[in-house]
């Protein structure tokens, strides 16, 4: 009986013994780990939540698995007094605040890929709590570090330590791109320059990390599908904007299908802008030109970059049908036309200008009410590309009919002035013909006196005699009619 009984204990403790170890096995392999992902050079957050603490004041310690051994990183005894590491001194610290509702995270700042691997959140109250947190350290890198339009570039998504599964997207410019860890280019161009972010993503957390891109080149315009739309009459610029750090050695614009430079060569300099200027477009301006720059790098390797511009002219013409006006917006190229905006521009006080749409459709014909053809303001047309305003023309009919009553007026201003000119001249001419018969007169009378003398004499006999025969014949009249 004894020897039953004395089995039966032994086969009791070997059952405790076996759960004791399963326990502990269980609690060994089973401890979850959790997972950080922080981009290089921002602070990591390494979550240590707990229930609340058993004690008023518990001992914390963090520490990292560095070279097969453990390393104290941060560390606070029950006494309040801290103790931290030399490499992360400045670094690491834990809000001690929130450890009375059971939360020890441990922040670390300026986190770097040597950061990187397994922690340890050790908590001693009345019981000794652990939790573990994988840092990994994500970084976004580009090779070579100085990029040039038209060379090779590597571009890659560096996750310290590497995980066995884990998914990672890259996201250049608000688009999603491929999901492998690195890209290559053969040829780059200016549309990779901009910020590319990797995304990334495990059973257990996710990360991102971004870096900008500035490939050296021709930045304005990025590539050769630039068009400018240019209002017939006004000034232009076409761009060509070298990146700085370039040295540029020449530059030249040539029109395509004509061999001749539209600009001398510019001298050797550090030029970055080199637009070409047309200070009045006219419609033969229209066409295709062709910015070519020699530049050298920080190697001193000599490449040649160009651009390829599309100069549109736009201007309204105007026609009369039935004595209505129409204007048409007439563009040179309207093949990413999709819709125009027709506007009507009125004038208010101080020159204020106030724009009202009057139609907008896919015609680029505008037929003006009757009455509304010489309204104090204009026109405007606008052409669009669905919601891109491409650019605008403008048509001023007051501004004509001011013109044609200018010169109207001018030349009435002319005519008088001629007519006016013309009686003055004809004036002076009349009084200096008599100064001059008066004159002559004089001078002939003044060779022969006598003669004046005998002329003045028979003047005066003559108007003797009239004067006596008029008495004369007065007093006959007089006679008879006493006699009667």
């Known amino acids: ?58 001992a914390v310690q963090w520490k990292r698995e560095s070279g097969g051994e453990m390393k104290t990183v941060w560390r606070r ?58 840092l990994r350290i994500v970084r976004v890198s580009f090779t070579p570090a100085e990029v040039v339009e038209g060379n090779s570039m590597t571009v890659s998504c560096n996750i310290t330590p590497q995980p066995d599964r884990v998914k990672t997207t890259w996201e250049v410019r608000g688009s999603l791109r491929a999901t492998s860890q690195s890209l290559t280019f053969q040829h780059v161009s200016q549309k990779e320059s901009g910020s590319w972010s990797c995304l990334v993503n495990s059973d257990k957390a996710s990360g991102k990390a971004s870096a900008s891109l500035q490939v050296k080149g021709i930045l304005n315009p990025e590539d050769n599908s630039k068009v ?34 539209l ?45 390829y511009i599309h100069l549109v002219t736009a201007q309204i013409l105007s026609s009369s049908i039935s004595e209505q006006l129409s204007l048409s917006c007439e563009l040179s190229n309207s093949s990413r036309v999709t819709h125009y905006e027709w506007l009507r521009l009125d004038y208010g006080e101080n020159e204020t200008q106030t724009l009202s749409t009057v139609q907008n459709s896919p015609s680029k014909v505008l037929k003006i009410p009757k009455g509304e053809e010489r309204h104090r ?25 001011g013109l044609e009553g200018m010169n109207k007026s001018e030349n009435n201003r002319k005519i008088i002035t001629i007519i006016g000119l013309t009686l003055v001249a004809l004036l002076v001419f009349l009084i200096l013909l008599q100064m001059y018969k008066n004159h002559r007169r004089r ?11 005998i002329v003045h004499l028979a003047s005066n006999e003559r108007e003797r005699i009239e004067r006596s025969n008029r008495k004369e014949k007065e007093c006959s009249v007089d006679l008879k009619s006493i006699s009667v």
């Open 263 to 307: 600009s001398t060569t510019f001298a050797t300099s550090s030029k970055i802008f080199s637009g070409l200027y047309f200070e009045s477009v006219v419609e033969e301006n229209e066409g295709i030109y062709k910015c070519s720059g020699q530049v050298e790098g920080v190697r001193r390797r000599s490449e040649k970059m160009e651009r």
């Open 377 to 401: 303001g204009g026109w405007v047309c606008r052409f669009y590309e669905h919601q891109t305003l491409l650019g605008n023309a403008t048509y001023h009919q007051p501004m004509m009919s």
């Open 77 to 134: 005894n029950r006494s309040g007094m801290e103790y931290r590491s030399v490499g992360t001194s400045v670094r690491a610290y834990c809000p001690q605040p929130n450890f009375s509702w059971g939360e020890f995270s441990l922040h670390l700042s300026g986190v770097t890929e040597k950061d990187g691997g397994m922690y340890h959140c050790v908590v001693e109250g009345m019981k000794k709590h652990t939790r573990k947190v994988m």
């Open 1 to 58: 009986m004894k020897k039953v009984m004395a089995q039966s204990n032994m086969k009791l403790q070997v059952l405790i013994l076996l759960a004791t170890t399963l326990t502990i096995s269980c609690g060994q392999y089973g401890e979850e780990i959790a997972e950080v992902f922080v981009e290089s050079g921002s602070v990591a957050v390494l979550p240590c939540q707990m229930s609340v603490p058993d004690v008023h004041s518990p």
């Open 443 to 453: 001078k002939m009378i003044m060779q022969y006196p006598a003669m004046e003398t």
């Open 228 to 261: 400018v739309y240019a209002e017939v009459g006004s000034s232009v610029t076409l761009p060509c904007v070298f990146s700085s750090g370039l040295f540029v050695s020449s530059v030249s614009w040539n029109k395509v299908f004509n061999a001749a430079d």
